[in-house]
């Protein structure tokens, strides 16, 4: 039994103190001018009129254990500014309650690209002549969930365990709340409670989970979510998809050239990923018309149902039309981690993003010890994006004067459907709402020489958005089969802000699709 004495007065920070340790359950007793008081009385009449409080606390509360930086959240993020710091000879704590490497190792990213690649291979072939002949099998689905599985590690994260103890991190399973300043309370999986105490920096890397839309019985009934669909054993016979995002369309057209017979996207929206330029949506539809996968947009669902967990699932679009299928993949969008870390007791409000300044501090919060890098700051919700502004946090705590700027400009982004879709920077519209003279050019995928080379029916659009001012790019946008890898040129164009004459020197190797810059350049009027 430990004495812990806390002196009252009109100090807010100790009565959450007693507030704290009465809610963990770890007072035993509490005594107040010698009268004592039993463990968890409401800490007002606790305070009343008394001018020191005697906390029994039980020995489950342990001492507090120090570190240069506190990490909460393992992920893609948060893994990057804990090897970042403990290579600066920083000492790091990194708490997390699931497994080390967060959703994109085991739930999002990495399956979901391994569960496309295997279709978009066969895809690719058959644009061959000579090769396609040589497909004379189906589609291996046991084969590739096998590969899906091996590339999650069956879900066991001992080799990401492995990683962050050999470079010097201490992971700390269990959940971790903030309880003031620089303190963070990890409840662990055996029940205790062990304190740590940063003397930099405590650095939220918590995530996002799936946006649960209110539609009536959608709470009710099972669905799955990208974590079901990612880690999926069997292929339904009939699929829907609720919402026409990135998780929504990609998950489609998997699972339909996994052999699913009936594919249903639902969208609320005028067009498939709305957030891209228009001649996205409308050219990812035409694909998906041609392997069969049926999209409605403008569609607004209003009610879902199913008698038992292994009854179909019956989905009302608010036209009165019904649609069934056996498995519902419930793809709305994300909601940031953050309702139960602590966000109160620092003054911010639980639930929601965590507002940060380009230095990836917390706003709001004196003292700038407080960070959110990754979704829960709702700046760029990609794991590249999170690992970038890991990057910057990192240099921000080692005392470097520096900003996370690409988060405004620069952001790139792919989505691997077949045809992918990379995009960079702005849209035009983001762009005119901004208050940028803008022009456009554009050029067909397909009508470069490498379309040739590389098979038949290739097609898709390369654009660029022209800052007229500056005659700088600020946003570009390709849509193509594996166009992706041509992004990064786009991405060094925007975030460089090479101007115009300068790219007119860069040689494109031919015939590389590459050679899309020199002719939207030469559409340009260079």
């Keep these: 039994m430990h004495l812990l004495p806390v002196t009252s007065g009109d100090s807010a920070s ?3 103190r007693v507030s704290d340790f009465s809610a963990v359950g770890v007072v035993e007793a509490l005594a107040v001018g010698g009268a004592p008081f039993p463990g968890g009385q409401p800490c007002s009449e606790l305070f009343e009129g008394a001018h020191t409080v005697t906390l029994f606390v039980r020995g ?10 506190i990490v909460m959240g393992g992920g893609p993020a948060g893994e990057n500014i804990a090897g970042r710091c403990t290579e600066c000879g920083l ?6 309650s699931e497994l080390l490497g967060g959703e994109c190792s085991y739930w999002a990213c990495m399956p979901s690209k391994t569960l496309l690649r295997p279709g978009a291979v066969l895809e690719a072939v058959r644009r061959v002549p000579g090769a396609r002949e040589a497909v004379t099998g189906e589609l291996d689905v046991r084969a590739a969930l096998a590969r899906r599985d091996d590339v999650v590690g069956n879900w066991d994260d001992g080799g990401q365990v492995k990683w962050l103890e050999g470079a010097g991190g201490t992971l700390v399973r269990g959940a971790g709340r903030l309880t003031g300043e620089r303190v963070v309370e990890v409840e662990q999986r055996d029940g205790s409670i062990r304190r740590l105490a940063a003397r930099k920096a405590v650095v939220i890397a918590t995530g996002s989970d799936p946006n649960i839309p209110p539609i009536e019985g959608l709470q009710d009934i099972r669905t799955w979510a990208s974590r079901d669909i990612t880690s999926a054993k069997d292929v339904p016979r009939r699929l829907l998809v609720l919402g026409g995002g990135v998780v929504g369309v990609e998950m489609a057209q998997a699972w339909r050239r996994f052999g699913c017979e009936e594919v249903t996207v639902i969208a609320a929206s005028d067009r498939l990923l709305p957030r891209n330029e228009p001649f996205v949506g409308d050219q990812l539809a035409a694909a998906f018309a041609e392997e069969g996968i049926t999209v409605f947009t403008n569609a607004r669902a209003t009610r879902a149902s199913r008698e038992a967990d292994d009854a179909p699932v019956t989905v009302t679009l608010d036209d009165g039309r019904e649609l069934t299928g056996d498995e519902l993949l419930v793809a709305t969008g994300r909601r940031p981690r953050t309702s139960d870390i602590g966000l109160e007791t620092v003054g911010l409000e639980p639930g929601k993003y965590v ?3 380009d230095q990836l501090r917390a706003t ?4 700038g010890w407080l ?3 990754g979704d829960c700051n709702g700046r760029a919700l990609l794991t590249h994006m999170g690992k970038y502004q890991a990057r910057i946090a990192t240099d921000v705590i080692r005392g470097r004067d520096v900003e996370a700027w690409a988060d405004h400009r620069a952001v790139p982004g792919v989505i691997f459907t077949d045809p992918q879709v990379a995009s960079v920077g702005l849209t035009e519209q983001a762009a005119r709402e901004r208050g940028i003279d803008v022009r456009t050019v554009s050029y067909g995928v397909g009508d470069v020489a490498a379309a040739s080379a590389h098979g ?11 800052d007229e001012s500056r005659q700088v790019i600020v946003g570009a946008t390709f849509v193509g089969p594996e ?3 041509l992004l990064h040129s786009a991405t060094v164009a925007v975030a460089g802000e090479v101007a115009l004459d300068t790219l007119w020197h860069a040689v494109p190797s031919f015939p590389t699709f590459s050679e899309l810059w020199l002719r939207l350049l030469e559409a340009y009027g260079l």
């Excluded at 038949?456 to 022209?466: D, H, N, P, R």
């Design 456 to 466: 038949e029916g290739i097609s898709g659009t390369a654009q660029l958005v022209v």
């Design 14 to 16: 100790n009565r959450r």
């Design 483 to 485: 166009i992706g890898e």
């Design 355 to 357: 507002e940060v300044d």
């Design 364 to 367: 709001g919060v004196p003292g």
């Design 371 to 373: 960070f959110a890098i």
């Design 91 to 96: 000492s790091i704590a990194m708490v997390e």
């Design 60 to 69: 489950r509360l342990g001492s507090m254990d120090e570190f240069d930086v």
